[in-house]
């Protein structure tokens, strides 16, 4: 039996930060994965901060569930059918931290009225629904338009990128203004994870 609680501590050793969980409904992405009994063990057994990605038509039916399975963060897409206003303020009222994530081809703009009521913006940098796509370097503009909106708004909000994250698009987001960096594939194929991991917060000097 996989133990779960001894999995997530080799990942905490590795210099993990959180744990990101993508949850799809196969309506707003075709793909399904739908995480709560994962979630709800993986909190039993685990202090590590866990962020859940909602990549579903309508998140604000689930909020309660996920923050009830010990979410941490919660994001939901600005493009799902859900008032980003409303969900926000119902992600806050569970006690989780409210979070909103943007597909690559959605512009910054549609965060900025909500940049009060949030405290992090995830900027897809692939497209959502599958592991292991390329990461698209369009999104970089979009990552230092949100981060200096929110320098210019005095507000202390995170910038998380999802998608095609390894140690040279790291430095690129990084740079751009992100501090919350998710990453599959490049650390699980990792020879060395803490290695691995260490270099996507290494500021690389060019
Ligand atoms: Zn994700």
């Known amino acids: 039996m996989l133990n ?3 999995e997530v501590l080799k990942l905490k050793n590795s210099g993990i930060e959180m744990l990101h969980f993508d949850v799809m409904d196969g309506i707003f992405v075709n793909n399904i994965t739908f995480g709560l009994p994962i979630l709800q063990q993986v909190r039993k057994q685990s202090d590590i901060t866990l962020d859940v990605h ?5 998140p604000a039916k689930y909020i309660k569930r996920f923050a009830e399975a010990g979410a941490d963060i919660i994001s939901f897409h600005v493009e799902s059918d ?3 206003a409303e969900t926000l303020k119902a992600i806050r009222s569970c006690g989780v931290s409210p ?3 943007l597909k690559p081809a959605t512009p910054a703009e549609t965060v900025f009225d909500l940049l009060p009521y949030l405290d992090m913006v995830l900027v897809m940098t692939v497209e959502p629904g599958f592991g292991g796509q390329s990461f698209i370097p369009e999104t970089v ?3 230092r338009s949100i981060r200096s909106k929110i320098t ?3 507000l202390d909000v995170n910038v998380e990128v999802d998608g095609g994250i390894n140690s040279e698009t790291a430095a690129v987001v ?3 203004g992100a501090n919350v960096l998710v990453s599959g594939s490049y650390l699980f194929h990792a020879a060395d994870m803490a290695a691995a991991a260490n270099a996507l917060k290494e500021d690389m000097i060019c």
């Not at 909602?54 to 309508?58: A, D, F, P, Q, R």
């Open 54 to 58: 909602l990549m579903i038509k309508e």
């Open 174 to 176: 990084r740079r751009a």
């Open 152 to 154: 210019e708004m005095g």
């Open 4 to 6: 779960l609680g001894s």
């Open 141 to 143: 503009d979009k990552i």
């Open 99 to 101: 979070a909103v994530a």
């Open 82 to 84: 859900s008032d980003p």
